[in-house]
């Protein structure tokens, strides 16, 4: 499992290198894209940190066992992915009779994305409670 996240972080790392540079679609949609990809391997990076965190005991002193932590975020993750999906998706449909709706595809997906990663970065590395400033 671990492996196969190294690899998924890797190919999406390249592909937002090559991404960058071979655009077919308007200017506003390439710059769109980009911005999504960026956010994405951003998520990635942090839950990645997150999972070696978990991995080093580093949640050794709390009253759950590290693959309980591990577990629940993995599971997490899964449903909060699919959210986001059928999110955007609902947000796009409503756009559909507009020329923007692609562009706004992308900007939701980009925010929910760094929203998530702001998420899980306060909570599992800054150890911060929900709400805490």
């Known amino acids: 499992m671990k492996n196969q996240l190294i690899f998924l972080f890797l190919l999406s790392a390249s592909f937002v290198a090559q991404a960058s540079d071979e655009c077919d679609l308007p200017e506003h949609l390439c710059k769109a894209q980009q911005e999504y990809e960026l956010a994405d391997v951003k998520l990635n990076q942090v839950y990645q940190q997150i999972i070696r965190k978990i991995d080093s005991d580093d949640f050794k002193d709390g009253l759950v066992p590290k693959e309980e932590i591990r577990e629940a975020l993995i599971q997490s993750q899964r449903v909060w992915l ?38 899980l970065n306060e909570i599992y590395l800054e150890g911060k409670m929900i709400g805490e400033k």
């Open 82 to 119: 699919k959210y986001r999906d059928a999110n955007c998706h609902a947000y796009y449909t409503l756009s559909s009779g507009g020329t923007s709706r692609d562009w706004d595809l992308l900007k939701c997906e980009s925010k929910m994305t760094a929203d998530r990663t702001k998420f």
